[in-house]
């Protein structure tokens, strides 16, 4: 709930910043040509400082994995809200001389302008990089594809001119059309892709960022939040209420866009999230009436070792991984010699397999009758039951009771 909480508030001091903007157009302190201007400063300054500044909040070891599946996810969404804009559009049934324009509108997601800011300020600047790397795929496509289709359209609309006005006979080629298109290094070429290639690179090679200029580059990246609400603002102030309501298509349009594209990227987040439960902090109560607490994570970096801590009234212990840091009690400590089974906290590669050749010996040495299982079903079933009872427990919001 706090987490909740906390982007709503970012997310009502970002409104606040919109009607900030609305106020300060219809004062005319802030007209078109300023806002075309701080358009470029945004798209072309802030924004990249600001994907630049966030290398300092982001290890390359936590993010290198996601990489691959954050570049997917936006060719993935890309495809998806072209399918989803051409459906709506033919359900619609969208005239011919603006069906493109319904088509790139449904496209064209203004992740760069006004998303990342958004996404930043309310999920924090670790988020960045990747939200950036999804805005470069997308804007691949968009500045190739997208920008092909308004130009075949023209072509396409000229032809029906010419047609009308000549009483030609000719038929239109969309192959010819397409193959006349020209695009250019500047179509796939941006600042923010540059920006968050460069971040990248100062990540994957660990270069440090001297103190001075990062703090020139955060501080600059910091006002791409406040410059896009204020612009907001002001494209706000001059909608014509009366003529947009008139125009019912473009609300159903962008209602069909945000529900389905909103559950689309729900679908192929399906695929990329599996856990139910990354972090658990549970309390347990024991039948004698001993507390303890369980605390669990697959997204701590960079991973510390399992730990065991048992404090009662008579003395303590504390154990890490296959070390004792602390006894403290009046029992002597007698510790067997041995090989360690080792942890793998920060490094899968590194989990031992001196664990399991113990579990497969004491196995044979039971099916032989020379020795009892040191772990038997029931003892094995035991911490599973409790596991099981963490995850209905965050999932119904009640306590939950194992029967012995």
Same mark, same amino acid.
């Given at each position: #709930?706090?987490?909740?909480?906390?982007?709503?508030? !970012?997310?009502?001091?970002?409104?606040?910043?919109?009607?900030?903007?609305?106020?300060?157009?219809?004062?005319?302190?802030?007209?078109?040509?300023?806002?075309?201007?701080?358009?470029?400063?945004?798209?072309?300054?802030?924004?990249?400082?600001?994907? =630049?500044?966030?290398?300092?909040?982001?290890?390359?070891? !936590?993010?290198?994995?996601?990489?691959?599946?954050?570049?997917?996810?936006?060719?993935?969404?890309?495809?998806?809200?072209?399918?989803?804009?051409?459906?709506?559009?033919?359900?619609?049934?969208?005239?011919?001389?603006?069906?493109?324009?319904?088509?790139?509108?449904?496209?064209?997601?203004?992740?760069?302008?006004?998303?990342?800011?958004?996404?930043? &300020?309310?999920?924090?600047?670790?988020? =960045?990089?990747?939200?950036?790397?999804?805005?470069?795929?997308?804007?691949?496509?968009?500045?190739?594809?997208?920008?092909? #289709?308004?130009?075949?359209?023209? !072509?396409?609309?000229?032809?029906?001119?010419?047609?009308?006005?000549?009483?030609?006979?000719?038929? +239109?080629?969309?192959?010819?059309?397409?193959?006349?298109?020209?695009?250019?290094?500047?179509?796939?070429?941006?600042?923010?892709?540059? &920006?968050?290639?460069?971040?990248?690179?100062?990540?994957?090679?660990?270069?440090?960022?001297?103190?001075?200029?990062?703090?020139?580059?955060?501080?600059?990246?910091?006002?791409?939040?406040?410059?896009?609400?204020?612009?907001?603002?002001?494209?706000?102030?001059? #909608?014509?209420?009366?003529?947009?309501?008139?125009?019912?298509?473009?609300?159903?349009?962008?209602?069909?866009?945000?529900?389905?594209?909103?559950?689309?990227? +729900?679908?192929?987040?399906?695929?990329?999230?599996?856990?139910?439960?990354?972090?658990?902090?549970?309390?347990?109560?024991?039948?004698?009436?001993?507390?303890?607490?369980?605390?669990?994570?697959?997204?701590?970096?960079?991973?510390?070792?399992?730990?065991?801590?048992?404090?009662?009234?008579?003395?303590?212990?504390?154990?890490?991984?296959?070390?004792?840091?602390?006894?403290?009690?009046?029992?002597?400590?007698?510790?067997?010699?041995?090989?360690?089974?080792?942890?793998?906290?920060?490094?899968?590669?590194?989990?031992?397999?001196?664990?399991?050749?113990? !579990?497969?010996?004491?196995?044979?040495?039971?099916?032989?009758?020379?020795?009892?299982?040191?772990?038997?079903?029931?003892?094995?079933?035991?911490?599973?039951?409790?596991?099981?009872?963490?995850?209905?427990?965050?999932?119904?919001?009640?306590?939950?009771?194992?029967?012995?």
């Amino acid at each position: #709930m706090e987490g909740i909480s906390a982007g709503i508030s !970012q997310i009502l001091i970002l409104a606040i910043v919109v009607v900030l903007g609305f106020i300060l157009s219809k004062l005319s302190y802030l007209d078109e040509h300023t806002s075309n201007k701080l358009v470029g400063i945004l798209v072309n300054v802030t924004l990249p400082c600001m994907i =630049i500044a966030s290398t300092s909040s982001v290890d390359f070891q !936590q993010i290198s994995a996601q990489i691959p599946i954050v570049c997917g996810l936006g060719v993935l969404l890309f495809v998806a809200m072209a399918l989803i804009s051409i459906a709506a559009c033919l359900c619609l049934r969208v005239s011919a001389h603006t069906f493109s324009c319904f088509i790139f509108s449904g496209i064209c997601t203004q992740t760069a302008f006004i998303g990342v800011p958004v996404i930043a &300020a309310v999920l924090g600047e670790n988020t =960045i990089i990747l939200t950036s790397l999804i805005v470069a795929v997308i804007n691949v496509f968009l500045f190739s594809f997208g920008v092909a #289709m308004l130009a075949v359209d023209q !072509q396409l609309r000229e032809f029906r001119e010419a047609k009308t006005t000549q009483n030609e006979s000719e038929s +239109f080629s969309f192959v010819n059309a397409f193959s006349r298109v020209k695009l250019t290094r500047r179509n796939f070429v941006n600042p923010a892709l540059v &920006a968050a290639l460069a971040a990248l690179a100062l990540l994957f090679f660990q270069i440090p960022m001297p103190y001075v200029l990062g703090s020139a580059f955060d501080m600059v990246g910091s006002l791409t939040a406040p410059i896009s609400m204020l612009v907001i603002g002001f494209y706000v102030s001059r #909608m014509k209420i009366k003529e947009a309501c008139s125009q019912w298509r473009v609300f159903v349009f962008g209602f069909i866009r945000f529900f389905l594209g909103s559950l689309a990227l +729900f679908y192929l987040l399906s695929f990329f999230i599996s856990d139910e439960l990354v972090v658990a902090i549970a309390v347990l109560e024991f039948a004698n009436g001993a507390l303890g607490t369980l605390e669990a994570s697959t997204t701590c970096f960079p991973g510390y070792p399992r730990r065991l801590e048992i404090c009662g009234d008579k003395g303590s212990a504390v154990l890490s991984e296959d070390t004792v840091e602390r006894w403290d009690l009046s029992i002597p400590l007698q510790l067997e010699t041995g090989t360690a089974v080792g942890g793998a906290a920060s490094d899968p590669k590194a989990i031992s397999c001196e664990g399991h050749r113990r !579990q497969l010996e004491n196995l044979v040495g039971a099916i032989e009758g020379r020795e009892a299982l040191m772990v038997d079903a029931a003892e094995g079933r035991k911490p599973l039951e409790i596991i099981l009872a963490v995850y209905q427990s965050a999932r119904e919001g009640r306590r939950v009771a194992l029967i012995p």
